[in-house]
């Protein structure tokens, strides 16, 4: 975390492809909740469906777009000092293109977005599902690119360890909040068990567009012959292998721990090479999401 913040202190300046895929985002975002979601009265998570709830029950010239800028902003700019200048910047500008373009069709466009979806009608699962991977993938694209969509997740950040839970706690306990003021309001639960349903699909497609669908699988092999299976998972798997010194904890024996990633193809056959040469060897395998090197060179 100190190595990052000091790289965006010595580059504070936006990035114009970062800019350009925030817009995207922006778009993408504006498109799924305006023309599956908000016709047929499903909210979002966040700030957005906040903004979802609040709007009808409103004067008329409060409408989403600027209810999104107006209790959206404020958090981001609470989030500065944690956060830190370009992100706010990049987070601000994704919402302003969110809002922009969530005016634009709901008010400019030759689009009907009043009555139901022009595109899923009033079916509410279609509208569910696909409002919320279409929402997920502008989520994700803007996280993936330095900003984000809702303030929630800032003030997450900030206030999750102070009361003792996680960001993702955080946000669910909101989110759960919101739902059941949604039920309240609607005096029904149908349209906010719906939204749960769009909540989570857009959850898993946001984990899909910022972590990547084929995840790499990480193994720490636990071994008496480090040399030996170092040379074989390079020779077989023409990839770079990571040796560290260890101590068994019980036995006191030398031991070392072997580093090495493979995708989930390559887990079984990278099984076999181990226990050829060592029967014993202990591996753990874990779930990788992003892989980052500048060096193209074996470990």
């Known amino acids: 975390p100190k190595r990052s913040a000091e790289l965006m202190k010595q ?58 800028l107006i209790l959206n902003i404020p958090l981001f700019l609470i989030g500065l000092k944690k956060q830190g200048k ?12 969110y809002s922009l373009f969530a005016w634009l069709i709901t ?73 059941m003021l949604c039920g309240i309001v609607l005096n029904s639960w149908v349209l906010p068990l719906y939204s749960v349903i769009a909540y989570s699909a857009a959850l898993k497609t946001i984990d899909f567009v910022v972590e990547g669908i084929d995840r790499a699988k990480c193994a720490m092999i636990v071994t008496e012959y480090p040399t030996e299976i170092c040379e074989a998972l390079s020779d077989t798997f023409g990839s770079g292998v990571t040796r560290v010194d260890a101590t068994g ?3 006191k024996r030398n031991k070392s721990i072997v580093y090495f990633v493979v995708n989930r193809y390559q887990v079984h056959r990278m099984k076999e090479r181990v226990h050829e040469i060592d029967s014993k060897a202990y591996i753990i395998m874990s779930e990788v999401a992003d892989i980052f090197s500048n060096n193209m060179d074996k470990a």
């Open 249 to 251: 904890g019980y036995s």
């Open 107 to 179: 008010d400019v466009f030759p689009i009907d977005v009043s009555i139901a979806s022009p595109l899923a009608g009033t079916d509410l699962l279609l509208c569910a599902l696909f409002g919320g991977m279409i929402s997920g993938i502008g989520s994700g694209l803007a996280i993936r690119f330095g900003g984000a969509m809702d303030g929630i997740e800032v003030m997450s950040v900030i206030f999750s360890k102070r009361i003792g839970i996680t960001v993702g706690t955080f946000v669910m306990i909101y989110n759960v909040i919101l739902y």
């Open 86 to 97: 370009k992100f706010t910047f990049y987070a601000i500008y994704t919402v302003f293109i």
């Open 11 to 68: 580059n504070p300046t936006p990035c114009i492809t970062n800019l350009f895929m925030l817009t995207i985002a922006g778009i993408v975002n504006a498109f799924g909740i305006t023309l599956f979601m908000t016709p047929v009265k499903l909210y979002d998570s966040g700030i957005s469906g906040t903004s979802m709830l609040l709007e009808p029950v409103s004067p008329s010239y409060l409408s989403l777009s600027l209810f999104l």
